[in-house]
């Protein structure tokens, strides 16, 4: 009984980071979470009527979705910084662009490779450029 109860409240965390991940990738706003909630549990009504109380256990608040965007990033952050280590060479490569709102953003860009010679590239950072960005 207990089993069950733990590999479906796994299962509706898996599913959390999962849509969470999506929304983060389409640069989606956090409150994205309950409209895909409430989304899926309308189509299980209807797929999968049995099943609704799993797809009701999926956490998708904007708080979750803040909170799972941050260990996401966390996470990457650490993949990235074990992966640096381990490079024998790397390159960066800067841009700067303007966002909707006129604010200068910096986008920096490392290339990495490691001692197979797999070359990979990462966004390193994205900072927003407040202020003069004129240089002088």
């Given at each position: 009984?207990?089993?069950?109860a733990?590999?479906?409240?796994k299962?509706?965390?898996?599913?959390?980071?999962?849509?969470v991940?999506e929304i983060?990738?389409?640069?989606q706003?956090?409150?994205e979470?309950?409209?895909?909630?409430k989304?899926?549990?309308k189509?299980?009504d209807?797929v999968?009527?049995?099943k609704?109380?799993?797809f009701?256990?999926?956490?998708?608040?904007r708080?979750?979705?803040a909170?799972c965007?941050?260990?996401?990033?966390?996470?990457?952050h650490k993949q990235?910084?074990?992966k640096?280590?381990?490079?024998?060479?790397?390159?960066?490569?800067?841009?700067?662009?303007?966002?909707?709102?006129?604010?200068?953003?910096?986008?920096?860009?490392?290339r990495e490779?490691?001692?197979s010679?797999?070359?990979?590239?990462?966004l390193?950072?994205?900072?927003s450029m407040h202020g003069?960005?004129?240089?002088k």
């Amino acid at each position: 009984m207990f089993t069950k109860a733990k590999s479906q409240s796994k299962a509706a965390v898996k599913a959390s980071f999962t849509v969470v991940a999506e929304i983060a990738k389409s640069a989606q706003p956090f409150n994205e979470g309950e409209f895909v909630k409430k989304c899926m549990v309308k189509v299980c009504d209807i797929v999968c009527p049995d099943k609704k109380q799993a797809f009701l256990n999926v956490s998708l608040s904007r708080n979750t979705v803040a909170e799972c965007t941050c260990e996401l990033a966390t996470n990457l952050h650490k993949q990235l910084m074990k992966k640096g280590k381990d490079c024998i060479a790397y390159s960066l490569a800067v841009d700067e662009s303007s966002n909707t709102s006129d604010t200068a953003q910096l986008s920096i860009f490392i290339r990495e490779v490691d001692s197979s010679l797999c070359v990979t590239e990462e966004l390193l950072v994205l900072k927003s450029m407040h202020g003069t960005t004129t240089g002088k």
